[in-house]
């Protein structure tokens, strides 16, 4: 407890914040601090901070306000009548020491939150306050701390993984520098110095998300030094030049996605260029081809090289892919130019080329950002050519099966393929490997699937018509066709079967004991049809899938056997279940008495996870298998990794998708599609959890039963539509795919 000795109110607090009852030994045995204690630290810091600022307050002036000259007079005589007292309460040594081990015991925490850093904000003021207060004096103290001042900022800047404690360490040692003191080294000069000998190895291809404020600071440090004093400037050239080697040494880490930035490459760009103009006479020695070339590096492999072989690497160039990135990378280049009259020849030659004959761009309304795929998500969509959403929605969906996707891709192409024009458009698995290739590979944000709409053929061998929408289950089943008859005569030839093949078992099972029969036959399978009309939920289509029809009385099972009509069942069932299981919705039905096509609008539950065993062969004939094979339970569970969804009419609608991330990120809303409600999911796509296990390396995601109603809790699912980036109807939004690398 509190000694009650202590005074009250100021002296309470103080003695409250430097004594042992908030340290973590006393606590508990652990480093870590309790949330509940760490809410009371934060509430004492933030009063102890306003007792503190009052010491520190400024006269206003004339420009101010009654009501804030009124505070300000207030604040003044509580100053002067109350100042000295608060002073002879605090005792700067002990309150650094205390500051500085509360520090330590935060940063040695493993979670850290956006709450931590408030305690963070408030420990860095009242240490500024303690060394400003007399920096020749406290200033030594604090770097000369027991507890390693020095090491303890590097693990705030360099190793916490919460940006907001960074930020705000980042700061407090930014206003640390600032202050004046005679002993040497100087508060700038100290971190400038240590953040130097720092320096984040420039070759690793890691995660480079904790670096952006440490070279943001570094950047401040040397600008504020260079304004100081010019021949400062100087002493950092050999700096200088070792990170423009850094930078031509740098390997490419930034993806095609959104949050995907190389903050060390962007960190050693910005503060080339605060040396460049705080020195401009480096400029050429940087930039020339005779010297260090580093137009050339900035212009090619950062921003424009797109190489055929710079694919051989992981990711390929440009460096820069991020707006961040290529914003700074520009600057640098208008930097380098700016300051050498030989740059800006070597740059005009270098964009001369882009700017003559066609490439002009004749349309106005022309923006080169738009044609990134940075810019639709870090993804490439598909461009609906009028009415061929629901196919650009499915081959998205197969886009995003590992094994499919792999499997077309590794087929040869034929040589008379590519010789002869002809039968390069008439062949739909090589127009599909080009869709495939196309949105893995490009770098704009929509791939337009006119070769693949001609190459597919209907029944009566007529190219798709791009303003007839059709019924995507009847365009996948016809689609499986014409690819199996491809795939004969190469080294896929099973690609289809393995990933989507399964086995019916039509059986005829005789229910009179006296009578024992069974007969069946098998049937392949790429999708299972189910009936929504009636149904609440997919189990409950699944169970009258399975339930089959009773053969008795009048109706009875005549069976060659026994040469005599018995009782039985008829029923279909599942005897061998596929890797990527398709399950198709019976959305669409024809009503007799009108005689017109309709569609089924009624509410329907799926779950995330599904456990298929009890609509099994071995489940329905209680073996645990035909065969006399044991199968591992995994063989049944399977996860939901997309839904393809039509919304609209029978004769007139829309089709998107949900797909599921590697990464099982939630849904944003920002992603650009509204996600209140999903309504008619028409195909439901889900994959083995042994396939996924030993394949596609997901983990298993533990999620309540999600309705069409509530697509908030789609955790791990990411949605697309097919259209291109120009295209924004009332009907639908735009949303790209999220591609699996």
């Known amino acids: 407890g509190i000694n009650a000795e202590y005074g009250g109110g100021f002296e309470q607090l103080y003695q409250i914040l430097v004594s042992d009852v908030m340290s973590v030994k006393v606590i508990n045995s652990s480093d870590v601090l309790p949330q509940q204690m760490k809410n009371c630290l934060t509430l004492i810091l933030k009063i102890f901070d306003f007792f503190v600022n009052m010491l520190n307050v400024t006269p206003f002036t004339e420009d101010l306000s009654t009501e804030l000259k009124g505070f300000t007079i207030l604040q003044e005589n509580l100053s002067k009548q109350y100042g000295n007292k608060l002073r002879e309460c605090i005792q700067i040594p002990i309150l650094i020491n205390r ?136 002493k950092h050239d050999e700096y200088l030049f070792r990170l423009v080697s850094y930078i031509k040494q740098r390997p490419v880490v930034e993806t095609h996605q959104v949050d995907s930035v190389d903050e060390i490459l962007v960190g050693m760009m910005s503060i080339t260029i605060t040396l ?118 499915l081959l998205q969906q197969l886009m995003m099966v590992p094994s499919l996707r792999d499997g077309i891709l590794d087929v040869p192409v034929k040589k008379e393929t590519i010789i002869e024009e002809e039968k390069k458009k008439d062949d739909l698995l090589f127009q599909l490997q080009l869709v495939f290739a196309y949105l893995r590979e490009s770098q704009k944000p929509a791939y337009s699937p006119v070769g693949f709409c001609y190459a597919y053929k209907d029944y009566e061998g007529n190219p798709t018509n791009v303003r007839v929408q059709q019924d995507v289950d009847e365009f996948f089943n016809l689609l499986c066709q014409r690819l199996e008859e491809q795939l004969k005569s190469c080294n896929q030839e099973k690609l289809l079967c393995n990933v989507f093949g399964g086995t019916f078992s039509n059986e005829i099972r005789s229910v009179d004991k006296e009578y024992p029969y069974v007969s069946s036959k098998e049937e392949d399978f790429y999708t299972i049809s189910l009936d929504v009309k009636g149904k609440k939920n997919l189990e409950e289509s699944f169970n009258s899938y399975v339930e089959g029809d009773k053969l008795e009385g009048d109706n009875a099972y005549y069976c060659d056997k026994y040469d005599r009509k018995i009782d039985a069942i008829k029923r279909c069932c599942i005897k061998r279940l596929s890797n990527t299981l398709i399950i198709h919705l019976k959305r669409f039905d024809f009503d007799f008495n009108n005689f017109k096509k309709m569609k089924v609008n009624d509410y329907f539950e799926f779950p995330m996870e599904l456990n298929m065993y009890p609509w099994t062969q071995e489940a329905l004939t209680e073996d645990s298998s035909p065969e006399g094979v044991t199968r591992r339970p995994e063989s049944y569970e399977y996860q939901l990794c997309g839904v393809l969804v039509h919304s609209g009419t029978a004769d007139a609608g829309h089709y998107y998708s949900y797909i599921k991330t590697e990464s099982h990120q939630p849904l944003k809303r920002s992603s650009g599609l509204s996600l209140m409600t999903i309504r008619c999911p028409s195909l439901i796509l889900m994959t083995s959890l042994l396939n996924a296990l030993v394949e596609l390396k997901w983990s298993t995601i533990m999620i309540p039963k999600l309705d069409d109603k509530s697509a908030e809790s789609m955790h791990g699912l990411t949605a697309h539509t097919c259209s291109s980036t120009r295209e924004k109807s009332r009907n639908h939004q735009l949303c790209y795919p999220t591609r699996i690398p």
């Open 276 to 393: 460049l103009k705080a020195n401009p006479l480096n400029a050429t020695k940087l930039g020339s081809a005779k010297n260090m070339n580093l137009i050339h590096h900035l212009y090619h492999d950062c921003l424009f090289d797109i190489r055929a072989d710079c694919y051989n690497s992981t990711p390929p160039l440009p460096k820069c892919k991020s707006r961040l990135s290529r914003t700074v990378a520009y600057n640098l280049l208008i930097e380098l130019a700016r300051h050498s009259g030989q740059n800006l020849l070597e740059l005009m030659n270098l964009m001369i080329p882009h700017h003559t004959g066609a490439s002009r761009y004749p349309n106005w309304d022309y923006h080169p950002g738009q044609e990134d795929r940075t810019q639709s998500g870090g993804h490439v969509g598909l461009a609906n050519l009028g009415c061929t959403c629901y196919m650009n929605s």
């Open 99 to 234: 500051l500085v081990s509360l520090l330590e015991s935060l940063i040695s925490q493993e979670n850290l939150d956006r709450n931590d850093g408030s305690v963070m904000t408030y420990i860095m003021r009242l240490i500024l306050f303690c060394v400003s207060s007399n920096p020749d004096e406290h200033w030594p103290h604090l770097i000369n701390h027991q507890s390693g001042f020095d090491q303890l900022y590097k693990k705030m800047i360099l190793q916490c993984p919460e940006p907001a404690v960074r930020i705000e360490a980042c700061e407090g040692i930014y206003k640390l520098s600032q202050l004046n003191s005679t002993k040497t080294p100087s508060p700038r000069s100290y971190f400038l110095e240590a953040f130097l000998q720092n320096h984040p190895d420039h070759l690793t291809s890691s995660s480079t998300t904790h670096f952006g404020q440490f070279f943001h600071l570094i950047d401040r440090l040397i600008s504020d030094g260079c304004q100081k004093d010019m021949t400062e400037c100087a």
